[in-house]
């Protein structure tokens, strides 16, 4: 009975905002500039908090009760707090402000799992530069014959339960970040995370000078999923990727690792090239065995008693390890997954809904072999929902604090 006095969810009752909206533009504007000017009167303040009935897995989608991290909480802390939480990045609170601080003062980031990436990328460089004496030319193979002990080893020492959140500062964005206003439209929340390549936006509250919550990639396409079946979204949900212009990233420019190739070989070109995931191939590096994703460093941080037995850890080494880590304790998670996969001839929202059921951010693009032909991600679902019109933003990026000249983020 309760599904029948309340059938929608609040996704779903927005998307009939939208609805509303589309019925009432005028004839002669086309689909695409209709969903914009839809979206340009809907405000960020309109969009709906996570329910946890909704089983994320590292989704991170829109949260009323922020998650916070002390800018003096240790790195192994600040991994614990992610994992056990299972979002991708945390509002990290600067501990030396007062407690009547605006928004812009109390916090000093975000941290990710990005930035913990590269200050493991690092400490990995230094050790390896360490074993051979000091030569840097030497570095890749000494990397990539690191032993399973490594991370247990480091995981273990002072040095890494010593290293605080604040100390990896120039691995994480610094503006503190790039915020919008309750103010601002749902039109300019999806270029941003779509064009504008940012993951996670926090919404702030002027008038009480606080961060009302966070709108992630995930938390969009959620919302389209639960739009489904009405008029605005069937119109454009109904094309296939290649009517669409997808996969934008085509089989020539997939960005891979080869299965015997070092785990940290994968973050380290997902940190080079700015992604969140990659696959992991077999033989000729047509066919994938695995997906590797930003957040999947957790693993090498939080179990790495698990790699102890193996001479290396490859990233099918790494792979085999995690998913038997994960089935021993009954842990659901993406990785046991496998490699998700979709036709050219699929809907845009036969992948919706995949990517909102699986709780992944990306699904693989295959030909009747099975072959890789690209990859789809959220962003680039988002980004063939909207276009920018032109000087759409203005001055919009003015006031955006630079990044400090030590970020590599």
Not at 44 to 62: D, R
Not at 150 to 164: A, P
Request: aromatic share 8%; glycine share 6%.
């Amino acid at each position: 009975m309760a599904a029948e006095e309340s059938p929608r969810s609040p996704e779903a009752k927005l998307g009939l905002r939208v609805e509303d909206l589309w019925d009432i533009q005028q004839p002669q504007l086309s689909p695409s500039e209709k969903l914009n000017s839809c979206f340009e009167n809907i405000l960020v303040s309109s969009f709906p908090p996570s329910s946890s009935s909704q089983g994320q897995l590292f989704s991170n989608l829109a949260f009323i009760n922020l998650i916070e991290i002390n800018s003096d909480s240790s790195l192994d802390e600040a991994v614990q707090i992610l994992s056990k939480q299972r979002v991708l990045s945390a509002l990290v609170r600067d501990v030396e402000a007062p407690e009547d601080a605006s928004w812009i003062d109390r916090y000093i980031g975000i941290v990710e799992f990005a930035g913990i990436v590269v200050w493991l990328l690092h400490q990995s460089e230094v050790t390896a530069v360490r074993i051979m004496g000091g030569s840097a030319a030497a570095l890749e193979p000494a990397a990539s014959s690191m032993g399973g002990s490594f991370f247990e080893t480091l995981t273990s020492s002072d040095f890494y339960k010593n290293t605080k959140v604040r100390d990896i500062s120039g691995s994480f964005r610094w503006a503190p970040f790039l915020a919008l206003q309750k103010s601002d439209s749902f039109l300019t929340m999806l270029l941003l995370l779509s064009k504008y390549k940012m993951k996670s936006l926090p919404v702030v509250d002027l008038g009480e000078g606080m961060i009302d919550s966070v709108i992630t990639q995930s938390a969009v396409v959620h919302m389209l999923a639960e739009c489904a079946g009405l008029h605005w979204f069937e119109s454009w949900g109904t094309k296939t990727l290649a009517q669409l212009g997808l996969p934008f990233m085509k089989r020539n420019q997939l960005i891979k690792v080869h299965e015997d190739e070092p785990v940290l070989q994968a973050f380290k070109l997902l940190r080079e090239r700015g992604i969140g995931g990659l696959p992991v191939v077999e033989g000729n590096g047509r066919k994938a065995i695995g997906n590797i994703s930003i957040r999947d460093v957790q693993f090498l941080l939080t179990a790495p008693e698990i790699y102890k037995n193996y001479r290396s850890i490859t990233a099918k080494n790494f792979l085999t390890a995690v998913r038997s880590y994960l089935e021993k304790h009954q842990e659901a998670s993406p990785m046991l997954l496998r490699i998700i996969t979709c036709r050219r001839d699929n809907s845009i929202k036969d992948i919706i809904l995949k990517l909102d059921s699986k709780k992944i951010h990306r699904i693989y693009v295959v030909d009747q072999d099975g072959n890789l032909e690209g990859v789809i991600t959220l962003r680039d679902i988002i980004s063939k929902l909207v276009h920018e019109p032109y000087g759409y933003f203005g001055n919009f990026f003015d006031g955006v604090v630079p990044l400090p000249s030590n970020s590599r983020v």
